[in-house]
């Protein structure tokens, strides 16, 4: 079956760096695309980035120049580059297949506080 494991995340202070990683199985990775979402503590979920498989990158206005999504087709991989990070990043964050976040891991808590 589908399935995603996410990793990476951590607390980190205000203007931190953090990798995540998500290896992904259960279907073929190298055609698809992939996405990052993310849930804040009391909110919705909300989408991040976007990957195709050729490479074409999207992000939401609010990490956009921040976050860089990267994919490893070889080894079935998905990585989010979080930089300059802030308070409001905050959140559990999922590699998904699809933008709303219906097929999803477990996550990983990202903290940025000081």
């Known amino acids: 079956q589908v399935m995603f494991v996410e990793s990476g995340g951590g607390l980190v202070q205000p203007g931190g760096s953090l990798r995540l990683s998500c290896a992904a199985s259960?279907?073929?990775?190298?055609?698809?695309?992939m996405n990052w979402v993310r849930q804040a503590p009391g909110k919705g979920l909300e989408w991040v980035s976007q990957?195709?498989?050729?490479?074409?990158?999207y992000y939401a206005n609010s990490v956009k120049g921040r976050f860089t999504i990267s994919r490893d087709n070889a080894k079935n991989m998905l990585y989010l580059q979080l930089n300059s990070l802030k308070p409001e990043d905050t959140a559990v964050y999922y590699c998904?297949?699809?933008?709303?976040?219906?097929?999803r891991g477990q996550g990983t808590q990202v903290t940025v506080s000081s």
């Open positions: 990957i195709f498989d050729d490479g074409t990158t």
């Open positions: 259960g279907f073929t990775f190298n055609t698809d695309s």
């Open positions: 998904a297949k699809d933008p709303m976040g219906l097929s």
